[in-house]
């Protein structure tokens, strides 16, 4: 079946503007997180749905992120008025069950700031 | 808090030879334990996983890994490598009891030498 999607694939974009990444999960898939990659770095938790409940904002940096999830189907993740340090590959993954379930992860939105 | 440590940045190995990358973890209550690898270019994907039962427990392309709750390591393994094998190895632990995070190491980038 379709994996995870993520569009854009790329995108380039000035200082202050905002943008919109999006993320389609697998079908029935109850969980969906967003992940910060930077060159060289590991994997950094930004924020967690699972089914209808309160999101866990925790791992959002600051007050410009912030993301949507539709039920249990596509979420998007903003970040406004965007900085340099903005810039990096942003991955989202969704999984099956809420625990002990593995992630899925999708090829990523290279996130690049001008 | 929950962590991951992969303390090598980086592990060559010879075609063949056998190959390990480290993995070490701290988690409240029972681990969740993933490793994640992640080809160039390419998004993230599962290898294997230990949740409970067996400590020895196998995944995709060969791979496998050996939970070790004394010494809290979950060390992925392969009998042969293979030149196909470099990529980027990431471990991750599951926190249950805090609330379904996943945290991420910052990965080992393994280069199978031919």
Not at chain 1, 2 to 18: I, L, R
Not at chain 1, 44 to 68: H, M, T, V, W
Not at chain 2, 47 to 64: A, C, M, Q, R
Not at chain 2, 90 to 111: E, H, K, M, P, W
Request: hydrophobic share 30%; aromatic share 12%; with cysteine.
């Amino acid at each position: 079946g379709a994996g995870v999607s993520q569009s854009p694939s790329n995108k380039v974009t000035e200082k202050g503007k905002d943008v919109e990444l999006r993320c389609d999960p697998i079908s029935g898939h109850t969980a969906l997180y967003w992940y910060r990659q930077s060159l060289g770095q590991g994997l950094e938790f930004l924020i967690y749905f699972q089914g209808n409940s309160a999101p866990d904002k925790s791992g959002l940096p600051s007050d410009r992120f912030s993301a949507e999830r539709t039920g249990e189907s596509v979420s998007t993740l903003t970040i406004q008025r965007t900085q340099q340090e903005d810039s990096a590959v942003y991955l989202c993954a969704s999984s099956l069950e809420a625990s002990g379930g593995e992630q899925y992860f999708g090829p990523g939105t290279r996130l690049t700031v001008t | 808090a929950q962590s991951v440590a992969q303390p090598e940045d980086q592990v060559n190995v010879a075609e063949g030879n056998p190959l390990t990358v480290k993995c070490t973890y701290s988690v409240s209550g029972n681990p969740y334990l993933f490793w994640y690898v992640q080809y160039p270019n390419r998004g993230l994907q599962f290898l294997l996983k230990y949740i409970t039962g067996d400590n020895l427990v196998k995944g995709s392309y060969g791979f496998e890994a050996e939970f070790n709750k004394s010494q809290t390591s979950f060390h992925l393994k392969k009998p042969s490598a293979l030149v196909s094998d470099s990529a980027l190895y990431f471990c991750a632990v599951r926190d249950i009891v805090g609330g379904n995070q996943f945290y991420f190491g910052t990965g080992t980038s393994l280069t199978v030498i031919p």
